[in-house]
């Protein structure tokens, strides 16, 4: 859904000839009422959170990355507590 709303700030903000979004009122809400279309039919796809820690072992290499990327300080500034009731 972020997509669609980065999408049409930027369409409202830099398209001001309207050369790539809408001329009327009526294209505007058919292309949001497919927009809410597509989000809605891609939310049964998320899979996160849904893998164990036992299936993670099968892989040492990617918990290896993950605890290295974590230790970066823009991570560790994106993650921190400030951030998690967003």
């Not at 164990?52 to 290896?64: A, G, I, T």
Request: aromatic residues 16%.
């Amino acid at each position: 859904m972020e997509t669609s709303v980065v999408v049409f700030s930027l369409l409202k903000e830099y398209d001001s000839k309207e050369t790539f979004g809408f001329k009327d009122d009526l294209e505007r809400s058919q292309c949001l009422h497919w927009l809410f279309f597509w989000h809605r039919s891609m939310s049964g796809y998320d899979f996160s959170g849904q893998i164990s820690e036992v299936e993670m072992k099968e892989f040492p290499h990617l918990l290896e990355w993950i605890d290295k990327i974590a230790e970066r300080p823009a991570i560790k500034k994106g993650t921190a507590k400030s951030f998690q009731n967003w």
